[in-house]
């Protein structure tokens, strides 16, 4: 279907206190929008954040592209309806899922599925970190991740009969740490420490995770992305496990799935 022109702008992992098995590119999903028109056939789309999980049925993304009212859950221009999903590099799918908070301060959303997917890998956490420190992340990137796809709209729905998506790594050491206040392309972080990598991103990479490459887990979350053309001379930026382990912890445990946000 050379009429949907996917684009790829966030990921997602799956986290628990059980997981034990280093964070790899099974652990990652994206979170895909397609807006489509029944009467036309046709859905554009693709994928916007990247996501990652903290326990079986709660999963972490960054709070930039998912805030209230966000333009990430309304169809685009010209087309009457939307469906946004998970979907991993497997090819499995998941629809029922609700931002049940956000924190904008950290760059933050915790979102939450119905119910336990036998696809999910939860990602161990880990809140040391240190400059010099070794890492990557895991994402997809909007310009390269989906890989194939096939869809059908039928009774007013978009099917996805097939999607395949291709996650990518990034790879450097821990800059530094600084304090930063950021308000500019929906991030808005206030007065927060962060972890300034020695190298540059893509979009699609928000919201995914930033892992050890000493312990295979999980050290922040990655938050700036760059608007449009690759820049290797603006560092990428990541939230430190460490300064909201605690929050998605206690979200994670209280809050039901509800309406979306």
Request: aromatic share 6%.
């Amino acid at each position: 279907m050379k009429q949907l022109a996917l684009r790829l702008c966030c990921a997602v992992v799956l986290l628990s206190s059980c997981a034990s098995q280093p964070v790899s590119s099974d652990h990652v999903w994206a979170m895909v929008k397609l807006s489509y028109d029944p009467a036309t056939k046709k859905a554009v789309g693709g994928s916007c954040c990247t996501v990652f999980f903290v326990n079986e049925t709660t999963f972490i993304t960054a709070h930039h592209g998912n805030e209230t009212n966000s333009a990430m859950f309304r169809p685009n221009a010209g087309y009457p309806n939307v469906r946004v999903f998970l979907a991993n590099s497997q090819g499995d799918t998941i629809d029922d899922f609700w931002i049940i908070e956000r924190v904008p301060e950290y760059d933050l959303a915790i979102g939450r599925i119905t119910r336990p997917h036998p696809a999910v890998r939860v990602c161990p956490l880990q809140t040391e970190l240190a400059a010099g420190d070794e890492v990557h992340n895991i994402g997809f990137p909007t310009d390269k991740s989906v890989l194939d796809h096939k869809l059908r709209i039928e009774e007013q729905k978009l099917i996805v009969q097939r999607i395949s998506m291709k996650p990518f790594v990034q790879q450097g050491t821990v800059k530094a740490f600084r304090k930063a206040t950021v308000r500019k392309n929906d991030v808005n972080i206030q007065g927060k420490t962060v972890a300034v990598l020695d190298y540059s991103s893509r979009v699609g990479f928000s919201g995914g995770p930033l892992v050890s490459r000493s312990t295979g887990k999980v050290v922040g979350l990655m938050s700036f992305v760059i608007p449009k053309e690759f820049d290797s001379e603006t560092p990428a930026v990541a939230i430190r496990m460490a300064d909201i382990k605690s929050i998605i912890e206690k979200e994670g445990q209280t809050k039901d799935p509800g309406d979306k946000k």
